[in-house]
């Protein structure tokens, strides 16, 4: 299916394990990036990728992983996961053009670290 | 570096009534703005956008927007809500390459 896909939707894991989120997008679009929402912060931008091994950090990288090896696919892994790593992901892509600049979104990841 | 400023974290409106939600933002390079809207339990959908040309947009579900360069506000506005745009908004802007959000307002309406 054309858009964006998130994998699992829902996780939960045990502190100090590593967890990857998965994000696949069939747009071919350049930018993809990933957010964490939480109560009272909003989106927040935890890493972004222009291009396929390109990435660069946002607000909240600490504790976070990222690679970009196909145009596709831009994983977040959580190196070794912390209760407060607790919270909904949001990968989201977006194209280079002028009139294709809105991101898409997928559904989310809800994670939770016990 | 760019920044979102959503004023309000709650928004109460009775249905049919005009509602506007606020929405400054700030950066040193031009940018391109939007309203997003989230739905209990799933992803961001774009309401509408903000790229050039005229500062009015027109969006989705009858809401609209102003793009105010002097004030750097871009805030969304409705002349009557129905109960279904209880929802969360999101107002964000893009730079270089980064798209970065407010910390939202939640709508509700009530009968």
């Known amino acids: 299916d054309a858009g964006i896909t998130q994998s699992p939707r829902y996780k939960i894991t045990e502190t100090g394990r590593q967890v990857t989120l998965m994000c696949h997008q069939t747009?071919?679009?350049?930018?993809m990036f990933w957010y964490r929402q939480d109560l009272g912060h909003g989106l927040r931008l935890i890493y972004y990728?222009?291009?396929?091994?390109?990435?660069d950090k946002g607000e909240v990288p600490d504790g976070y992983v990222v690679s970009r090896s196909k145009t596709e696919n831009f994983p977040l892994t959580l190196e070794s996961a912390t209760r407060s790593q607790t919270s909904v992901y949001f990968c989201?892509?977006?194209?280079?053009?002028?009139?294709?600049?809105?991101?898409?979104f997928g559904q989310g990841t809800r994670l939770t670290v016990v | 570096a760019q920044s979102v400023t959503q004023l309000d974290s709650q928004v109460p409106v009775f249905e049919e009534a005009p509602v506007e939600l606020r929405c400054n933002y700030s950066?040193?390079?031009?940018?391109?703005l939007f309203w997003y809207v989230q739905y209990p339990n799933q992803g961001l959908q774009l309401l509408l956008k903000?790229?050039?040309?005229?500062?009015l947009v027109k969006g989705i579900n009858g809401f609209e927007a102003e793009f105010n360069k002097s004030q750097t506000s871009f805030h969304l506005r409705k002349p009557s809500v129905h109960i279904s745009d209880t929802a969360e908004y999101f107002c964000a802007v893009k730079g270089f390459q980064k798209l970065v959000f407010g910390t939202g307002t939640r709508l509700l309406v009530s009968p």
């Open positions: 903000y790229l050039s040309g005229s500062t």
């Open positions: 747009w071919s679009h350049s930018y």
């Open positions: 950066s040193s390079v031009s940018v391109y």
């Open positions: 989201a892509s977006s194209d280079r053009g002028l009139t294709n600049t809105e991101a898409f």
């Open positions: 990728s222009a291009a396929a091994d390109i990435t």
